[in-house]
T-cell receptor, first 114, second 115 residues
Framework: AQTVTQSQPEMSVQEAETVTLSCTYDTSENNYYLFWYKQPPSRQMILVIRQEAYKQQNATENRFSVNFQKAAKSFSLKISDSQLGDTAMYFCASVSGSARQLTFGSGTQLTVLP | NAGVTQTPKFRVLKTGQSMTLLCAQDMNHEYMYWYRQDPGMGLRLIHYSVGEGTTAKGEVPDGYNVSRLKKQNFLLGLESAAPSQTSVYFC??????????????FGQGTRLTVV
């Protein structure tokens, strides 16, 4: 069974600063996929970034990037130049190649302060 | 662009009542999921389906049933609601995850309160 752990229930960052959200996961498979989803107060789940385990290069999407450490089973999200609109709950998630279940962590509530 | 649509958006039930949540997707996705979201616990998988006519249990299936008679629809049923089922329910759909660039798309959620 897969497990995903987010050890930071809440974080805050000043506008325009950089913040890193932590995530660790556990899987026995070599082929898997990792995701960060954002849930603003509207409750809508929005994909932020996706990483395929067989790709060594860290994924980036504009101000969002990941630090994927496969050996350590770590998948952290870095948000650069934080904006007020980044205030949201952030969920880390994983799915393995053979499993069909997308497993989520408990989430990190990020608040961007003006 | 409808994507994933859940009905209803809000519902209040009395203990012991039954109800069905409907999820519809128009993206021709094979996989569909039902999650519940509770404070501090993230999203937990209730049931999922990898194709029309197939369903499987997730992490927290007790007290729920599902059906997928049509590829585009995934129904979640509560036969006898309990206060512990008060939660926000999310439906999601996706292609198989090994399809390059795929992601799970989510509905807007259903807030269910059982009194």
């Amino acid at each position: 069974a897969q497990t995903v752990t987010q050890s930071q229930p809440e974080m805050s960052v000043q506008e325009a600063e950089t913040v890193t959200l932590s995530c660790t996961y556990d899987t026995s498979e070599n082929n898997y996929y990792l995701f960060w989803y954002k849930q603003p107060p509207s409750r809508q789940m929005i994909l932020v970034i996706r990483q395929e385990a067989y790709k060594q290069q860290n994924a980036t999407e504009n101000r969002f990037s990941v630090n994927f450490q496969k050996a350590a089973k770590s998948f952290s999200l870095k948000i650069s130049d934080s904006q007020l609109g980044d205030t949201a709950m952030y969920f880390c998630a994983s799915v393995s190649g053979s499993a069909r279940q997308l497993t989520f962590g408990s989430g990190t509530q990020l608040t961007v302060l003006p | 662009n409808a994507g994933v649509t859940q009905t209803p958006k809000f519902r209040v039930l009395k203990t012991g009542q039954s109800m069905t949540l409907l999820c519809a997707q128009d993206m021709n996705h094979e996989y569909m999921y039902w999650y519940r979201q509770d404070p501090g616990m993230g999203l937990r998988l209730i049931h999922y389906s990898v194709g029309e006519g197939t369903t499987a249990k997730g992490e927290v299936p007790d007290g729920y049933n599902v059906s997928r008679l049509k590829k585009q629809n995934f129904l979640l049923g509560l036969e006898s609601a309990a206060p512990s089922q008060t939660s926000v329910y999310f439906c999601a759909s996706s292609y198989p995850f090994w399809v390059s660039g795929t992601e799970a798309f989510f509905g807007q959620g259903t807030r269910l309160t059982v009194v």
